[in-house]
């Protein structure tokens, strides 16, 4: 009967990843068909009720707005910018600071998409960067495929911490604890992520000849992470990380070892912007991002927000969910959505002041963001729901006390597995960390594990999950174009993910044997 | 068109699901709501008609 239950609670997830990796189909068709799943296993087997299945199917949407609304705003931004001529010139400026492909592969899919993702995160990096790397003469699977792995390492941390606090929270850890170890923990992912936007550039070859940067430029954003970490500044240790990164690797380009002529490319020429005009809109985002994470900003702006209150709901089984006074908060400072539109704002003014503007350029950014995102949107909707459906019946947590069975190792093995599964289910690290977090504590609990290891494997897994997660080549697809799947695309994304969960499983397992706390 | 379609439904599905499953716990509003997301999916699994 556990067997039983335990096949119907993965069923939804199976489905999900059947018919994107082997049917082939559109995101939003193979969500919809797990969502269907997840409904019917969970009233068939699991005593949810149609109240239940409402209101955990609201949660979803109610996570997936707080999300989307990001990825709408992040898209407008990219439109606009793109419109408006500057996308270009920034990538001639990248591109000119190197003409060794494999340098600015590393550049840009893996430190300045780090940067990206401490500052803005939920694919941000990707939206950015994705198109950045097909200007600079990459395949767009290749490109949005190296964006998605490169930036996996920074998603924890990322979004100024928002991953890690909620880790934190959810299994009772003080940040001065957990966010130390779990940064030195965090050098073996910031090592193979790099090392795989290598050999998606340029093969095996790529990795032998990026190797020794890679492994320098690592161990200097890892130590820097733990530094930054056990100065209690754990909200920008994937920011600063990314940006040291990309000055290293910017130096590097400077060196007789990596020194190549930048190819002159006149596609790129533009008049009308200026290199320090065309980077605004992201150094406004920066600017605001950073200023929104100021404590006496957050304290006085924390009342300004939108979430529902979702009651305590149990089902007929009497797996109980408990209640939210406020659920997936959208902060008016603090979230994403407000800053990137802010950016944009604010480059419409500076912009018309200086002659730089393009009539129409804000009704075309809108068109072409209604465009690419709305297919997005319902999938990301339709999966998240899903999550919710699995995590409040109780189907989770049968797949968690599976996990149980494994014994003391095998569990620390498959620890990171467990994160990378919810965070590839819904697209996010910090969904991840609520939907198993309560349950990885259990787990550590009754097989007397280390919780701050558990706590990390859980985070580490989630982030990498999350980096190659479906909804981020939905959000490269939707913003490349050019007519390719988003299938595709993880077919070349999810093996890196994989390896770097394995090994991730791997350390956790070593640290737990020698009983490292 | 499908798809922006789907979304329009699942924007309206959105207040039905909170109010019928969050706030006033209504099984058979509740049931609605969701029969309503169960065609949402239908007709985005249903296929393409091919045109000759």
Not at chain 1, 37 to 49: D, E, Y
Not at chain 1, 149 to 169: D, K, P, R, V
Not at chain 1, 307 to 335: D, E, K, M, N, W
Request: glycine share 10%; charged share 10%; hydrophobic share 60%.
């Amino acid at each position: 009967m556990f067997l039983i239950r335990v096949l119907v609670a993965a069923a939804p997830v199976l489905a999900l990843l059947g018919g994107i990796l082997w049917l082939r189909w559109r995101a939003f068709r193979a969500a919809a068909l797990a969502w269907l799943i997840a409904v019917t296993g969970a009233t068939a087997l699991f005593g949810a009720g149609p109240v239940l299945l409402a209101s955990a199917s609201a949660k979803g949407l109610s996570l997936a707005l707080l999300v989307m609304l990001i990825v709408w705003a992040a898209v407008f931004l990219y439109s606009l910018a793109d419109d408006l001529g500057a996308v270009k010139v920034i990538a001639r400026k990248i591109m000119s600071s190197t003409g060794d492909p494999l340098l600015l592969a590393l550049l840009l899919a893996w430190t300045f998409s780090g940067f990206m993702q401490g500052i803005a995160g939920f694919g941000v990096p990707v939206a950015v960067v994705a198109p950045l790397m097909v200007l600079a003469g990459f395949s767009p699977v290749r490109a949005i495929a190296a964006a998605m792995i490169g930036h996996s390492w920074a998603i924890t941390f990322g979004s100024m911490g928002s991953s890690f606090f909620t880790i934190g929270l959810v299994m009772g850890l003080d940040g001065a604890g957990l966010g130390p170890p779990l940064a030195l923990m965090f050098f073996l992912p910031i090592l193979l992520t790099g090392l795989s936007v290598a050999h998606i550039a340029a093969g095996w070859s790529g990795v032998r000849r990026a190797a020794p940067l890679v492994l320098v430029a690592a161990a200097a954003m890892d130590a820097l992470m733990w530094l930054l970490n056990v100065l209690g500044a754990a909200p920008v240790s994937s920011m600063l990380p990314g940006l040291l990164g990309t000055l290293i690797l910017w130096g590097a380009g400077r060196t007789s070892l990596y020194k190549a002529p930048a190819a002159p490319n006149h596609d790129l020429r533009s008049d009308r912007l200026s290199f320090r005009w065309a980077f605004l809109p992201y150094a406004l985002l920066t600017v605001f991002s950073i200023t929104a994470q100021v404590p006496a900003v957050k304290a006085h702006a924390s009342g300004l927000r939108f979430a529902l209150a979702y009651p305590a709901q149990t089902t007929a089984q009497g797996f109980a969910v408990s209640a939210s006074a406020a659920y997936a908060p959208i902060q008016l400072v603090g979230h994403p959505a407000p800053l990137l539109l802010l950016s944009a704002l604010v480059t419409f003014l500076v912009y018309s002041r200086r002659d730089l503007w393009k009539p129409g350029a804000a009704g075309r950014a809108w068109q072409a963001t209604v465009r690419q995102t709305t297919g997005t949107t319902v999938a990301v909707s339709l999966m998240v729901m899903m999550a919710l459906v699995i995590a409040d019946s109780g189907m989770a947590a049968v797949l968690a006390q599976a996990a149980e069975t494994l014994g003391r190792r095998l569990y620390l093995l498959a620890a990171p597995f467990i994160g990378l599964l919810g965070a590839f289910v819904t697209g996010s690290n910090t969904n991840s960390n609520v939907m198993f977090g309560p349950l990885q504590l259990y787990a550590s609990r009754a097989l007397a594990l280390s919780t701050v290891l558990v706590a990390a494997a859980q985070t580490l897994g989630g982030s990498i999950g999350s980096g190659v997660a479906p909804d981020k080549a939905l959000i490269g697809v939707s913003v490349v174009g050019q007519g390719i799947g988003e299938g595709e695309v993880m077919r070349h994304a999810l093996p890196y993910g994989l390896l770097c969960v394995l090994v991730i499983g791997l350390q956790v397992l070593v640290v737990g044997i020698l009983g490292v706390r | 068109m499908k798809l922006r379609r789907s979304l329009f439904a699942l924007i309206i599905a959105f207040p039905l699901l909170y109010l019928t499953g969050a706030v006033f716990s209504s099984a058979v509003g509740a049931a609605s709501a969701l029969m309503l997301v169960a065609g949402v999916c239908v007709f985005l699994l249903w296929p393409e008609k091919k045109t000759k």
